[in-house]
């Protein structure tokens, strides 16, 4: 949408911590839960629902058990965001 | 998310027909179903289904039954797009 991707996510386990210092995310969960960390809580969702993190706020999205999320950002933005590392997942591609 | 908004929709009949000259529009279905109406076809979207409608095609969204949808788009958007009358709603609205 516009220069906007709409990813689908499948987590288990812990992320790395990272923030996107240009950008906003949104989650929406669509199948199990997660939790996404902050440095100073977290935020615990399920099945529809949505957050929003706002940029330069450092995260860690987990699962203990599989889930299936829709994460909308910007076309340009590496899911690690400023850490790299590993998990870091290439961009554009299509399914 | 960052000049988009979320906005969560009831609609039950037909929309008017309008198109976003300057954007795309992505509606995600939370509950029942909706057809968007193209000039040349249709598309039928039942629950967790996505669509994104390209910026300039004319479409009608319509229901026979009440459905509960997510509409993604940048915040300027009016909902009646270059149409405008009586189904304009206001923006800014948060619940």
Known sequence: MNDYQFKLVRIKGEFVWHNHKDTDEAFIVLAGGMDIEFRDGVAHLEGDELFVVPRGIEHRPRSSAPAQLLV??????????????????PGDVWI
Chains 1, 2 share one sequence.
């Open 72 to 89: 909308i950002e910007p076309r340009v933005v590496a899911n690690t965001g400023e850490s790299g590392g590993e998990l870091t997942s």
